[in-house]
T-cell receptor
């Protein structure tokens, strides 16, 4: 069966510091991968998605970037964190081309101070 | 962009009773997918049920069923025989059918309904 991992689970970072969140999927190949952010009391907002290695599409211009160095690895990064980057970050995967259901990881809680 | 509206910020139900969560959406597309996700206190999003717009039959998953009214753009979730473990935030989400477009990959979420289950 497929599983999705995210780490760290919780992160507290000072403003201006770099960020690297990692997401990996097991038990499948060539998944579509997604990064979402959830602000307090709100639904999820799609940040990035990837349909293959090295292929990244950005939904929202911001202080963040994403990379996909391996088929089942998706990384969310920032060079300098802002206070507004605080939130809950969820990684998700779907089985591939036009497969509609997305399955979510456990998430990372990021607090920027 | 498609918008999803959940008009009930909070709902409460007694154990073993039935509750219905409302969701409406705005779209000009004829084919799409609709989902209900559950987010317990752990905050992991868990798929509850999905519905393909081209299917007239309402989806069911054990105690969970939907009432899909395409013309009214309504997609409500019914939870029967409610259990304490059903307490969570419930999110309705919309996904376009289109492939290769930005909107085709994003799940558009409502703001959620917090469900409280009382003994």
């Amino acid at each position: 069966s497929q599983t999705i991992h995210q780490w760290p689970a919780t992160l507290v970072q000072p403003v201006g510091s770099p960020l690297s969140l990692e997401c990996t999927v097991e038990g499948t190949s060539n998944p579509n991968l997604y990064w979402y952010r959830q602000a307090a009391g709100r639904g999820l907002q799609l940040l990035f998605y990837s349909v293959g290695i090295g292929q990244i599409s950005s939904e929202v211009p911001q202080n963040l970037s994403a990379s996909r160095p391996q088929d089942r690895q998706f990384i969310l990064s920032s060079k300098k964190l802002l206070l507004s980057d605080s939130g809950f970050y969820l990684c998700a995967w779907s089985p591939g081309a036009n497969q509609e259901t997305q399955y979510f990881g456990p998430g990372t809680r990021l607090l920027v101070l | 962009a498609q918008t999803v509206t959940q008009s009930q910020p909070e709902m409460s139900v007694q154990e073993a009773e039935t509750v219905t969560l409302s969701c409406t959406y705005d779209t000009s597309e004829s084919d799409y997918y609709l989902f209900w996700y559950k987010q317990p206190p752990s905050r992991q999003m868990i798929l509850v049920i999905r519905q393909e717009a081209y299917k007239q039959q309402n989806a069911t998953e054990n105690r969970f069923s939907v009432n899909f009214q395409k013309a009214a753009k309504s997609f409500s979730l019914k939870i029967s025989d409610s259990q304490l473990g059903d307490a969570a935030m419930y999110f309705c989400a919309y996904r376009s059918l289109g492939m290769g477009s930005n909107s085709g990959y994003a799940l558009n979420f409502g703001k959620g309904t917090s469900l409280l289950v009382t003994p």
